[in-house]
């Protein structure tokens, strides 16, 4: 119950994809007219202070007219953006007696502020309303455009508004909408994406081989280093890898559509994302751009938006050797970790990178044509992607321009048959490692699949020969181990066998371009 002149409303804080609860004090009390916000705020939740005014201006409610005091509790939590404008209203509403005293009692309230008092859509509802369910919370407030995300998340109530003076009428109090002159009237389809033409694997001629490697990626969940001459097809094969992956299972599809919602990325109208996203960012990409961050705000890179598909890096000799190498830790442990004074984040980033490259700076190579760069120029130029980043890519993919011969040898496959085969090998994964936590080969650890997987021996020893050769890392090795079960998986063979071992080390390690 709240006190005269003092009520409480709840928001949410989106640090990450993590809701934190946030309480919304106001105290309406006698004194010097002012309305005042506390509570470690940046200057986006400050300007809700006019927000705010102005909306009940709108609305015929003169409700500031007193000393008003808003703190944001508790102050440890960073708090940004302007989704705690409804909050805030409602907390005032509620203070100065406009309202019933128990209309937002076991609610969170998310929502901007318009000066007409109309609510605007804002980044992370699904994250948020994922937070308030787990705190126990029975509804959530949210702007009409946002309903449909809000409606993912069962177990909860997502009560929809789209104007503040709807809001005020449903609490018990009145409030009168005023015509804003000079709006725009704009189709909901106006300014969206057009449908992008429906690409086939299919499409990719006269490279057999790579297709095939790309579907045995695919299966095991593989990172993948394409490296060719220029209009070999590397771009147009990478960019067709997500076509044959598997839907996002439940949870994966929930956290994929979180990063994308706290990044502003979830289409107005659009369901819950379940087929695997692509991320291509240019090579002038900027570490924060990639892996997250930022100044003001600790907001997902690429490598979070890829969460659950493919990132693909095209012309990957030319990013900065720093951002590239900062993939190494999401690449081990699926996750990114962000820090910066006074807040850290931690964002999910379980993707299958897809590196490609030309093999020299004037894109001829060994054997291409006309290649006018000595070995010194290659090896510099390939020397820019950085031993321990490639020695965690299981499969490399060595690609030539087909001649008009290989373009018309063969039908080319199409995504939905390799797909289809790719969900089986996935499945007979899936059955095998059924009592384990992980559900694809990529994922096994090293130890793990030496010693449980169900790998004779020998076979292993001879994996490990490599290593004492110099030939492989114990890492490439393991990788090596990883590839064999995903070859077995897709022939339907419950043990891996020595041709598995032999076409693993062959998509490992590719061909010697380094003269």
Known sequence: MNAPGLARTYSMSIVGIEGHLVDVETYAGSGLVAFTLVGLLDTSVREARDRVRAAFESCGLDVLDQRITVNLSPAGIPKSGSAFDLAIAASVAL???????????DTV?????????????????????????SRGVRRVIVPTACAREASLVSGIEAVPFAHLADLIAW????????PFHGRLDIDSRTGAAHAEHAVDMS???GQPEAVAAMEVAAAGGHHVFLLGEPGSGKTMLASRLPTILPDLDPDTALVTTSLHSVAGLVPAGLQLLTRPPLQAPHHS???????????????????SLAHGGVLFLDEATEFAPSVLDSLREPLESGHIHLHRSGVHATYPAAFQLVMASNPCPCGGGRGGRGCSCSSLNRRRYLSRLSGP????????????????????????????????????????????????????NAQLPGAWIRRCSGIASDLVEQIDRLVEAGRASMRGAD????????????????SVTLDHIVAAEQLRNGSDHRE
């Open 171 to 178: 609490a018990g109090g009145e409030a009168v909408k005023a």
């Open 203 to 205: 499409d990719v001629r």
């Open 479 to 494: 990788r090596m181990l990883r590839l064999a079960w995903t070859l077995a998986d897709l022939e339907g063979t419950k």
């Open 109 to 133: 309230i998310i929502g901007e502020l318009a000066l007409d008092g109309s609510i605007q859509p804002v980044r992370g509802v699904l994250p948020a309303v994922l937070a308030a369910r």
């Open 285 to 303: 990409v900027t570490m924060p751009a990639l892996i997250g961050g930022g100044s003001r705000s600790l907001a997902p890179g690429a490598a």
């Open 389 to 440: 980043l490639l020695d965690r890519m299981d499969i490399r993919i060595d690609m030539h321009t087909p001649s008009r011969a290989d373009m018309a040898t063969g039908a080319a496959q199409d995504s939905a048959s390799m797909r289809q085969r790719v969900c089986e090998a996935r499945e007979r994964a899936r059955h095998r490692l059924r009592d384990t936590p992980w559900v694809a």
């Open 95 to 105: 203070a100065t007696g406009l309202v019933s005293p128990l209309a937002f009692e």
